[in-house]
């Protein structure tokens, strides 16, 4: 699987349909909250909600760096979903980027860092 072994299980309201990513490598490499929410939760949700037609909440954990993945369940948006977590995650590389792209004077907008 692309983002690292996985194991079918339920959906975390307790229906088929979960499946639980034991450890992302996506998170495991890169330590980012914005990038996990930008790159990969995001995508994935509307392309199997609008492209597929099949809701899809994904749901990362940043310590264990698992990622449950709930077919058929609606997403919530980040603002709205009260697992989402505040502020960087801890040993995320991306702040440090994004604070020195400013200082060289760079307009370019990541929202990931909030």
């Known amino acids: 699987f692309l983002v690292g072994p996985s194991t079918i299980n339920r959906r975390e309201d307790g229906q088929l349909g979960g ?3 034991e450890k992302c490598k996506f ?3 890169s ?3 914005g990038m996990c929410l930008n790159i990969c939760k ?3 949700q509307s392309f199997f909600t609008e492209g597929l037609g099949l809701p899809l ?3 990362p954990n940043f310590e264990t760096q698992e990622c449950q993945w709930s077919f058929g369940q609606t997403p919530l948006p980040p603002s709205e979903d009260p697992l989402w977590p505040n502020g960087c995650v801890t040993g995320c590389p ?3 980027i994004v604070k020195e792209m400013g200082r060289a004077g760079d307009q370019a907008e990541y929202s990931g860092c909030e």
């Open 19 to 21: 499946l639980v990513v």
């Open 27 to 29: 998170l495991q490499e």
């Open 31 to 33: 330590s980012c909250k």
């Open 42 to 44: 995001l995508p994935a």
């Open 57 to 59: 909440s994904v749901n």
């Open 94 to 96: 991306t702040r440090s």
